[in-house]
């Protein structure tokens, strides 16, 4: 059996692979272009290919296929053999530099916001070098880009590229003005912790909501559910083990970092969680996670569900993103150090994404929107969809000194002690965790907690990054163009965080008192998709993108299109799905159960000449005035789905979804959850809450 350390990265194509493989002018030619972003030329392409191809033959590979991300939130890919025919009658295995650097799929079957019209099918993906080829299965798999035929952006990967060479050439800036000559670039990174629920697959093929929408649309919490607080980070359950025991060894095979795992706080919800790495390569391995997590659950007659919200009442699931940034020279640019008072780095950086949250909370906010993800922001253990900063009370204290002109009490970090005699005391941590802050400071790095579990990571680092950029530029516009460099970065910092410092709260993200609190700061509280999506394509919004070539104004208008149709679509399918099982399978059966009820009480008079059965006559009569409620329900959400369906444009018709579609499922769900709890177990036509939820064991 294998060692860790042999699985690890074995089905990469990665610098070990390439050192050893490649010409020593070729691994220096391909380094280049991908720690210095310089044109690869065709013939070292070739070279790689060849040895790609050799590479990837030897670990079984047939097939290779340009691996990308399409506006769909999920990966795509088309497989092509290596082989080709030789007049003989026999096969050559050809991989040439051509077809490792482009692709040629179909661009019109991809959500494109209109940048193409059906009838124009043409678009490429081109390779990117910075993220290692890998082989899953029999196939090569070459991560890419993916643009139209026009150049436009069609996918995920792309801008998040340009916002972190976006990011880079100003934080360069920066530190040239604090003497460092010898960074050559600057990353973010990311450590994104994925949270998902695994459920009895047997379950899951019984409810069309589940199929349909990967959420329960009907449902009443059980009897017992994450009350106890007894599943997080309890014993992990052996078949839950197996499949996880599985899906390490997987990921470290594709050189995934998967570091961390356990049980999380709702019943049947877990959680993974890698080391961090470069931000387009984290996105690129939470994409692989996803897939995985999906694909060998099944192996295991388990189903893993990556909707934020697919139960009602209890906690729902979020990714947290680790958001750093890190020198091609190891050093973490957001690492307070022992001092954090007197590292004016630090300080600009840290003043930097505080200004960057504030001015395009906005654009933080429409990154992490969608459908599923409104039900989760605000819910438990998810933070609420207004946008602030959490600092602790450490960096708050500073922040207060600096503001307010007064001298900082750097004493020494207290002690804690645990009352133990054979432990010894340790330093209590700078600040403490905030699960309740959307952007919250964890000691060299931001957490991000607004990010949907289902969604890529690319569009929140997208927005965190380019945002970042604007700052960081302002400041090295001022800070160039100055006489006095100290006296003007202390002056810079001092006003910034003054005019920012409404986006700093430390409190209780879920207290109403917040919201409104919120609202007297001028923060924004964008509750929903429909509300937040607008806000891409504002002016600010939209100059910010084009300042730094993340995205042209006919690109981030594309992802508004996208955004809202997925809005509205996902919508449209869960109220279908619902109307298909109130008419279906509900009210059918609460008829039948109605009708031996009613048959009960006409056995009892047969009997005894009178009806003595008041538990008979009350259930019945709530039963039939339920079902009749039920019944004018469906009529309504029928014709609320058919009203919205029909308004053209697709804002209006977002906030037709979000005002009318809405309400009617939520009343047509009420009235069901109603009639669940009086029906016999043996009419109901779906598995429980409590079936779903502990029917892994």
Not at 361 to 371: F, K, N, T, W, Y
Not at 608 to 614: H, M, T
Request: proline share 4%.
């Amino acid at each position: 059996m294998a060692t860790l350390k042999e699985l690890f990265g074995s089905m990469v194509f990665n610098d070990c692979e390439m050192r050893q493989r490649l010409p020593k002018e070729t691994y220096k030619a391909l380094k280049k272009t991908i720690d210095e972003g310089a044109p690869l030329d065709i013939s070292v392409a070739n070279v790689v290919a060849n040895a790609m191809k050799e590479w990837a033959i030897e670990k079984g590979a047939t097939h290779f296929t340009h691996w990308f991300q399409p506006m769909t939130g999920i990966t795509a890919e088309k497989h092509d053999c290596f082989i080709s025919p030789m007049n003989d009658g026999r096969i050559l295995l050809e991989f040439s530099g051509s077809e490792l650097v482009r692709g040629e799929p179909d661009a019109s079957s991809f959500p494109s916001g209109g940048i193409r019209a059906t009838f124009e099918a043409r678009g490429y993906t081109v390779w990117d070098p910075t993220s290692a080829a890998f082989v899953k299965g029999t196939t090569l798999y070459i991560p890419t880009a993916f643009c139209s035929y026009t150049g436009e952006a069609l996918d995920l990967k792309t801008p998040l590229l340009r916002s972190m060479g976006a990011l880079s050439k100003q934080a360069v800036r920066i530190l040239r003005l604090f003497g460092n000559d010898t960074v050559k670039s600057v990353k973010s990174t990311c450590g994104p912790e994925q949270e998902y629920f695994l459920i009895d697959k047997d379950m899951y093929l019984k409810r069309k909501d589940l199929i349909y929408t990967g959420r329960t649309l009907f449902g009443n919490k059980p009897p017992k559910g994450q009350e106890m607080e007894d599943q997080y980070f309890t014993s992990i359950k052996s078949r839950v083990a197996a499949f996880m025991e599985e899906l390490n060894a997987e990921l470290w095979k594709l050189g995934v970092l998967a570091k961390t795992e356990h049980n999380e706080v709702a019943p049947a919800q877990h959680e993974i969680a890698p080391v961090f790495t470069s931000t387009n390569i984290a996105a690129d391995h939470n994409q692989l996670t996803m897939e995985l997590l999906q694909r060998i659950a099944k192996k295991y007659d388990m189903i893993c569900l990556l909707h934020e919200k697919p139960f009602e009442g209890i906690n729902g699931s979020g990714k947290h993103n680790n958001w750093s940034l890190a020198t091609d020279t190891g050093v973490n640019l957001l690492d307070p150090g022992k001092t954090p008072h007197d590292n004016a780095q630090f300080l600009l950086f840290l003043t930097a994404v505080i200004k960057a949250v504030d001015e395009y909370q906005d654009l933080l906010r429409a990154s992490v929107a969608s459908a599923a993800n409104d039900h989760r922001l605000g819910a438990n253990e998810a933070p609420p969809a207004i946008v602030s900063v959490f600092l602790g009370e450490e960096l708050t204290a500073i922040v207060d000194a600096i503001t307010n002109g007064t001298s900082y009490d750097a004493s020494p970090r207290t002690m804690m002690q645990i009352g133990v005699d054979v432990l010894p005391p340790f330093p209590k941590d700078a600040t403490d965790r905030n699960r309740t802050s959307p952007f919250a400071f964890t000691g060299n790095k931001f957490e991000f907690r607004m990010v949907g579990s289902s969604m890529s990571i690319s569009e929140a680092n997208v927005a965190i990054n380019t945002a970042v950029a604007e700052a960081l530029r302002e400041f090295a516009d001022r800070l160039e163009k100055a006489e006095d460099f100290q006296a003007e970065l202390q002056a810079l910092i001092r006003e910034t965080l003054k005019k920012h410092k409404r986006i700093i709260f430390n409190g209780n993200g879920y207290d109403e008192e917040w919201v409104a609190e919120a609202e007297k700061r001028g923060l924004l509280n964008l509750r929903t998709t429909a509300d937040a999506v607008p806000y891409l394509i504002s002016e600010k919004n939209i100059r910010l993108m084009a300042t730094h070539g993340v995205f042209t104004e006919t690109e981030i208008r594309a992802r508004y299109e996208v955004s809202l149709e997925k809005y509205c679509k996902t919508l449209s399918i869960e109220a279908l799905t619902m109307l298909d099982m109130a008419k279906k399978d509900i009210l059918p059966a609460v008829s039948a159960y109605a009708k031996e009820l009613a048959e009960t009480l006409s056995a009892k008079k047969a009997v005894s000449g009178e009806v003595d059965a008041s538990f008979e006559t009350e259930l019945l009569t709530e039963i039939s005035a339920l079902t009749a409620t039920l019944h004018g329900n469906v009529k309504a959400l029928e014709k609320a789905v058919e009203a919205a369906e029909a308004v053209p444009e697709i804002g209006e018709r977002s906030m037709a979804f979000k005002d009318t579609v809405i309400p009617a499922m939520e009343a047509l769900r009420e009235t069901a959850d109603k009639l669940e709890l009086i029906t016999a177990k043996k009419y109901w036509p779906f598995p429980t809450y409590g079936d779903l939820l502990f029917s892994v064991i």
